[in-house]
């Protein structure tokens, strides 16, 4: 079966230090990969999507980057972190491109700036 | 895609059924309902999704209605550990589809 991690669960950083935090999925090949951001009383948003290796889409602008070394390797990053960039931050897999095939969620990592 | 709409909070025996309504009235034909729920703390867990038939999976049962404009999740059984948010969401059909979740519905299983 396939299985997706995230680490770590719980991160804090100070306002302007580097980020990267990973996500890898198991028992697939070539899934789409998404990161998500969970904001407290705003709901889910997309930050990236990418559909095969090194083929990443931007949803919003922003102080955040995402890359795809491996076919089952995402990672989400940034050089500087703003308070702003505080929240809870979700990769998904899918094992194809359309809507008929469901994203599944890992655990998350909550992520504080100080 | 088509906004939902969801009661802000129910609450279920343990042992019952739990049936959870959904509106989403100006939801297109190409257009799916999924189901997620997220427990506090944990990331959302999908649990069903569907166009226009029902579908029932080992976790819970879809029913759309006729006219598709609104569906109910139903837990057979549910128990404590069901005690989450279930968010309803309609996505449009295609490629590279994001998930957008509303305020969906707590709810609460009681022993």
């Known amino acids: 079966s396939q299985t997706i991690h995230q680490w770590p669960a719980t991160l804090v950083q100070p306002v302007g230090s580097p980020l990267s935090l990973e996500c890898t999925v198991e028992?697939?090949?070539?899934?789409?990969l998404y990161w998500y951001r969970q904001a407290a009383g705003r709901g889910l948003q997309l930050l990236f999507y990418?559909?095969?290796?090194?083929?990443i889409s931007s949803e919003v602008p922003q102080n955040l980057s995402a890359s795809r070394p491996q076919d089952r390797q995402f990672i989400l990053s940034s050089k500087k972190l703003l308070l702003s960039d505080s929240g809870f931050y979700l990769c998904?897999?899918?094992?194809?491109?359309?809507?008929?095939?469901?994203?599944?969620f890992g655990d998350g990592t909550r992520l504080s700036i100080l | 895609d088509a906004k939902t709409t969801q009661p802000t909070s129910m609450d279920c025996a343990e042992g019952r059924a739990a049936n959870l309504p959904c509106n989403h009235s100006?939801?297109?034909?190409?257009?799916?309902v999924y189901w997620y729920r997220q427990i506090h703390s944990q990331g959302p867990q999908y649990i069903i999704h569907?166009?226009?038939n029902n579908e029932t999976n080992e976790m819970a049962s879809l029913i759309i209605t006729e006219d598709r404009k609104s569906s109910t999740l139903i837990l057979p059984h549910a128990t404590l550990r069901d005690t989450a948010v279930y968010y309803c969401?309609?996505?449009?059909?295609?490629?590279?589809?994001?998930?957008?979740f509303g305020k969906g519905t707590l709810l609460t299983v009681n022993p």
């Open positions: 969401i309609v996505v449009r059909g295609g490629s590279n589809y994001k998930l957008t």
């Open positions: 990418s559909v095969g290796i090194g083929q």
């Open positions: 028992g697939t090949s070539n899934p789409n």
């Open positions: 569907g166009l226009k």
């Open positions: 100006t939801i297109s034909g190409n257009e799916y």
């Open positions: 998904a897999w899918a094992a194809g491109h359309n809507s008929n095939q469901p994203q599944h």
